[in-house]
């Protein structure tokens, strides 16, 4: 794997965002200090892992209440002064305001929305309909509330576990055994034979929709491997070449590392050898077919008879990055074209 993209990263990691970190770490550590800073803190809201939005204009906004406003509201709904505990810390502003993330499940959701007026919106639908930061802050906050919500006893002694008052982490004081949050390595490999690019469809997905080949990794194994065992396993080919592209965090099913990128087809094999039980279909696409795919979202892919022409993840997955960057490269080498 390229080192390139780790490179850039360091690169523009600025002395601003390492003061940032270092605060935010402060309050990872220090819980009286964290417990200070949700006083001045703001705090987005969840119901059930949906996330609150309010639609202003034509744009969804997601709005950030202050520690004021939260107290007011929860009052009204008779909650205790309890709820500042359940919230996680999810980051904080260049001037130091942290932000929090809080679920609200067990209060009644319509007169939350009602009060606050807005909605809170399932995330596969509000990633989509919010501007690109807010969608990776929904993301992560969304992945963090789950974390805490699956992970509230030990899995060894059985035992609730703690949550410290960042969110950061979560103890088991019968076993000692110290929780932290984590995301499941996935990786998704887009596979070309030089001229024309594999994708494919899981039963599952919105129809007419095609993307890379993607897999867990098995425990042990290394991204390479994992890359060459998924791409074997689902449609029967070898690949070589293989070359990092970019990682993203993916908050479905529950957070995964999506680990991307492009690998070449070994020798001349052509012939598609699909998995029935993952897949629904899988196939050499054109440079073509592909550009033309880009041009269509879920509604114009749509045909007067009811089929789907092909259409592909939208520009927030990781997926349409490398779908995109094949294309560049097509184009830039178009003696490959054929
Ligand atoms: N952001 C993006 O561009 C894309 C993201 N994805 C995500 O990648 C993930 C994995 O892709 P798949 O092809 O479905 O994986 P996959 O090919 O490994 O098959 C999924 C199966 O693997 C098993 N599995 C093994 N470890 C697992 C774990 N830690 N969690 C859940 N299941 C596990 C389960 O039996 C599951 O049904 C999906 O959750 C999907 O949302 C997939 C394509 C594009
Ligand atoms: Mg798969």
Redesign the pocket.
Known sequence: LSHRSAACCSRMFSWMEAITTAYLNKLKEDDSLCRQAQTSGTFYLFHNLSPFLRKVGKKYLIPQLSAAEMKRILEKFKETEQWIEKSVLIGCSDEHVPHFALDLGASEKSVIEAELKGSFTDLRKALFVVDEKDSTLLASAQALLRWHDSHQYCSKTGQPTQKNIAGSKRVCHASGITYYPQA?P?V?ILVSDGSRCLLAR?PSFPEGMF??????CDLGEAVEEAARR?VAE?VGLEVESLRYSAS?H?P??SS?L?IACHALVRGQQLKISMNSL?LEEARWFSLEEIVDGLKRGPKSAKQDNGSFLPWF?PKQ????QLINEWVKQQTSQPTQVQ
């Open positions: 499941s996935v998704i899981q993307t890379a080949l993607s897999g867990f998924e689902e993203q993916w479905f099913p995964c999506m993952e993840p997955a990781v997926a349409h």
